[in-house]
């Protein structure tokens, strides 16, 4: 497997592990980790071997946010034309599932990154947060948008107006926008073993539940049900479904086979 110079990639099964490894930084997301965090989704995107993603970071930091140092003296004119943060929205075009794997501090680009991702686990320690206004900016990358959907408003404007009012792991939990917790040295375990078991499905089916989830946050009521039912509709014209349904009748497991 190709090295990379902030990431560490392994598989575990069916299951891509991929580790921010700037662990001196806190994982501050430098443009180079996220170029090699594109390629390398990319590639565990396109590979028939992976059925998920997990993401996680160190034991201290998933990641302390974007790189303060690297951005410090940017300016708008090359920020606007270089559309600076543009790729990061990459990682959510991702047809595989993404799991999010947190153990302590998930901040600024951080926390945002995380809820790029389809599912978020926690280690009991983690905190979520979006310090951006007390470095005189605002969060780039979903702060203000991605966390409003999840946690509401008064808590949004909470976290992003003061930057110092943090989600622990247990309130990030209760509000939903972490799916479970675990003690710190078990999270990425449980998420590699969620990622197998969601891996053993049909992939095609998984990318369509997937993409019909995410549509909740683009349309209206009316418009998600009809995109749902065709997407339903459409799981009729695979294989995988008749082997499914198949394999319920007959009372044995089923064997997934498209990819
Ligand atoms: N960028 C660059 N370097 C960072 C960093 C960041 N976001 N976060 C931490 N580091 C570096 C520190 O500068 C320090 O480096 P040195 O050892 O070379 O001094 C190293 O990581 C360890 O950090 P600390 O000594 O500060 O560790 P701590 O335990 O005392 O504090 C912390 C931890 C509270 C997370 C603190 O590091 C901190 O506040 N970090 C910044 C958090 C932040 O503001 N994030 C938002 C960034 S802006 C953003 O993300 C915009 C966006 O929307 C995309």
């Known amino acids: 497997m ?5 990431l560490l ?6 299951v891509a592990l991929v580790t921010l490894n700037r662990p001196k930084a806190l994982n501050a997301l430098c443009s180079e980790l996220f170029d090699e965090l594109n390629q390398v989704i990319a590639e565990m995107d396109n590979s028939k071997a992976i059925g998920a993603i997990v993401l996680t970071g160190s034991p201290k930091a998933f990641a302390a946010g974007a790189d303060i140092k690297e951005m410090c003296n940017t300016n708008f004119v090359d920020n606007y ?4 943060l543009g790729h990061w929205t990459q990682i959510t075009e991702a047809r595989k599932p993404i799991i999010a794997a947190v153990n302590g501090f998930a901040l600024g680009g951080g926390c945002e990154l995380a809820m ?3 599912i978020i686990y926690a280690g009991e ?3 979520f947060g979006q310090p951006e206004v007390k470095l005189g900016t605002i969060p780039g990358a979903g702060g203000t948008q991605r966390l409003t959907r999840v946690v509401g408003k008064s808590k949004a404007m909470e976290m992003v107006l003061t930057g110092s009012w943090n989600l622990n792991a247990q309130d990030a939990e209760r509000v939903g926008l972490v799916s479970k917790v675990f ?3 078990q999270v990425v375990d449980e998420a590699v073993k969620t990622g197998n078991k969601i891996a053993s499905l049909s992939q095609p089916i998984i990318q369509m539940a997937k993409e019909s989830v995410n549509q909740a946050y683009e349309l209206s009521l009316s418009s998600g049900l009809q995109y749902e039912r065709r997407l339903f509709q459409s799981t009729f014209a695979t294989h995988d479904q008749k082997e ?6 007959e009372k044995r497991s089923p064997k997934f086979e498209d990819k």
Not at 9 to 14: G, Q
Not at 81 to 84: A, E, I
Not at 244 to 249: H, L, P, Q, V
């Open 183 to 185: 003690p710190a040295d």
């Open 9 to 14: 990639v392994e598989t575990r099964d069916k």
């Open 116 to 118: 790029m991702c389809d």
């Open 244 to 249: 499914g349904m198949t394999a319920f009748a």
């Open 125 to 127: 320690k983690a905190v």
């Open 81 to 84: 034309k270089n559309n600076f």
């Open 2 to 6: 190709q090295e990379y110079k902030n």
